[in-house]
């Protein structure tokens, strides 16, 4: 039996940094919302001369792109969770339609890639971001605040949630100071806030201390500070990274869209850190130093008790010019915070993946250091750095100083504002990962 012939069904229009870039097609079999769908890119001829890939894995080609679903490049620009179930309510999708939330919601995605609806030549709306914007930790000493309170910040994702697209799945949106306040925007936001999530209290100081520690201690971090809402409560906000000036910005890809992972299986099983710092080793042009700062950047989550260091919690930039696809930089590290204050969440695993590849699947099996401690150790991680191709004393080295950071850093009584508890709860937890990492098996 022959398969039934596909017809357009949605057509979309992908822009870098406001210039056409290509076409994004949907076909669908039947009128049918159960019927089989496949999905083209195709470049535009003119960007063809001068323009840069969208993605790394989608260079200039003259030849059409052709997919079976729609790709991990475009599923992985989508919000999720929160922000996600708003778009898809205000713009009457399922949310499981990511080429409509696409349409819908594409215009002001992190990067330089943008998504309009239909065959257009132009972006309906402007992209352009008022700068220079300010470090988000000077803001609460300037008096700034964040309009409204947490309890009303749903409200405002009804006017101000559709049109842009942000991962993950805590509440959030973009912002822009206007003035002495932090106040949505769809279009043209500087900074991501995100307020205390519920049954999690005092998610943003916990967040904000970790992150102030990771760049204390000299790891690239995105620039962040704590700013109060109109009642006192405070926020977690993040400078976005991805702008390089008034209308420009860097091209950004996640670990998952790199990888060639749904956003579903950000955190599966089936993955691990070795396999997954391969591959983003590969997409950087097997940089030595972008490999080495993944590397820390692992065992940096395993220290702080981040148990949530998932695929679209890396992520690789490069400039948007060029027709080189490479992934030169890496993103500053960001959306970290320690889960030992949280039980629920604490006792769940170690780390989001395996650290080794032999962990992965169903078959996958722990290092023999790993069953006699029953925890990682410096053993796992040393031979994560050595599989992923750094040289064993670098690793070791690497280890050493940055666990002697750390703790001279915590015994230097550095701190921001959390409780008490919380406080001693992660600290407590960082000095026993960093005796873990001094065991080895012998």
């Not at 209308?247 to 955190?267: Q, T």
Request: contains cysteine; glycine residues 8%.
């Amino acid at each position: 039996m022959l398969a039934a012939p596909m017809h357009v069904n949605r057509i979309a229009t992908v822009f870098v940094n406001g210039v056409k870039a290509g076409i994004l097609t949907e076909y669908r079999a039947s009128q049918d919302l159960s019927a089989r769908e496949s999905y083209t890119f195709a470049y535009e001829s003119d960007y063809l001369a001068d323009g840069s890939p969208i993605g790394h894995h989608l260079p200039l080609t003259k030849a059409r792109y052709e997919f079976d679903a729609l790709p991990p490049f475009f599923t992985n620009l989508l919000s999720e969770g929160w922000l996600r179930t708003h778009q898809a309510q205000k713009a009457r999708l399922d949310k499981s339609d990511e080429f409509g939330l696409l349409c819908a919601n594409g215009e002001e995605l992190i990067g330089a890639v943008s998504v309009a609806p239909g065959e257009v030549d132009d972006l309906p709306s402007q992209r352009s971001v008022q700068i220079p914007i300010s470090k988000p930790s000077t803001l609460k000493d300037k008096g700034v605040t964040i309009v409204g309170t947490s309890r009303s910040f749903n409200e405002y994702a009804v006017d101000h949630a559709n049109g842009h697209s942000i991962s993950g799945v805590q509440r959030k949106l973009m912002m822009k100071l206007e003035g002495h306040q932090l106040v949505p925007t769809a279009r043209g936001g500087q900074y991501i806030v995100k307020p205390t999530p519920e049954g999690v209290p005092h998610c943003p100081e916990n967040e904000f201390f970790v992150m102030s520690l990771a760049k204390t201690i000299g790891l690239k971090t995105a620039e962040c500070g704590l700013v109060p809402f109109e009642d006192g409560e405070l926020a977690y906000v993040t400078k976005r990274f991805d702008i390089l000036n008034k209308g420009e910005r860097y091209f950004v890809e996640d670990g998952a869209s790199l990888c060639l992972v749904h956003p579903k299986h950000k955190d599966s099983e089936a993955l691990s850190y070795e396999t997954v710092l391969k591959r983003l080793s590969e997409t950087a042009g097997n940089s030595k130093a972008v490999t080495l700062n993944l590397f820390l950047q692992v065992v940096f989550s395993y220290l702080v008790a981040n148990n949530d260091l998932h695929l679209k919690n890396f992520s690789l930039m490069r400039k948007p010019f060029g027709q080189d696809s490479t992934m030169d930089m890496l993103a500053p590290i960001y959306d970290v915070l320690s889960l030992a204050p949280y039980p629920v969440f604490d006792h769940a695993c170690f780390m989001s993946i395996g650290v080794l590849a032999t962990e992965e699947g169903d078959d996958g099996y722990f290092s023999d250091a790993y069953e006699q401690f029953g925890f990682y150790t410096q053993s796992d991680f040393v031979q994560l750095g050595v599989n992923i191709g750094l040289p064993q004393a670098l690793v070791e080295k690497q280890l050493k100083q940055l666990i002697g950071k750390l703790l001279k850093v915590l015994k230097s009584g550095f701190r921001t504002p959390l409780p008490d508890k919380m406080y001693a709860t992660i600290t407590d937890r960082i000095r026993e990962r960093c005796r873990a990492l001094e065991l080895t098996l012998r």
